[in-house]
């Protein structure tokens, strides 16, 4: 596995994006990995971050932003506006505000 990115949520789960292998979560020494088969719009995930809301939101390489509701996958590409001339709809890093900010 080639990780990419990683993020530990307020949860208690560490969220790894790969170079081509999809979206890991592990928790209580269990892992999921989440791949197309599952809704991703690839498996090359490049960033990964979990929302103050619960919902945890990924960039793809050449497949936009994804967030993850807890059940289920939704990606925004440039059918929803995201698009960047120079690489198309590939999302390369994720954040969220501080709450203070």
């Given at each position: 596995?080639?990780?990419?990115?990683?993020?530990?949520?307020?949860g208690g789960n560490l969220?790894?994006?790969?170079?081509?292998?999809?979206?890991?979560?592990?928790?209580?020494?269990?892992?999921?990995?989440?791949?197309?088969?599952?809704?991703?719009?690839n498996d090359v995930i490049?960033?990964?971050?979990?929302?103050?809301?619960?919902?945890?939101?990924?960039?793809?390489?050449?497949?936009?932003?994804?967030?993850?509701?807890?059940?289920?996958?939704?990606?925004?590409?440039?059918?929803?506006?995201?698009?960047n001339k120079t690489i198309?709809?590939?999302?390369?890093?994720?954040?969220?505000?501080?709450?203070?900010?």
């Open positions: 596995m080639q990780a990419r990115a990683f993020y530990a949520d307020p969220w790894v994006g790969t170079n081509g292998d999809g979206l890991f979560r592990l928790k209580e020494r269990k892992a999921r990995v989440f791949t197309r088969a599952d809704g991703l719009p490049m960033s990964v971050v979990a929302a103050r809301d619960g919902c945890v939101w990924a960039g793809a390489n050449c497949g936009g932003l994804i967030q993850f509701d807890g059940e289920r996958f939704r990606t925004y590409n440039e059918r929803d506006g995201l698009l198309g709809d590939a999302v390369m890093a994720v954040f969220q505000q501080p709450a203070n900010a």
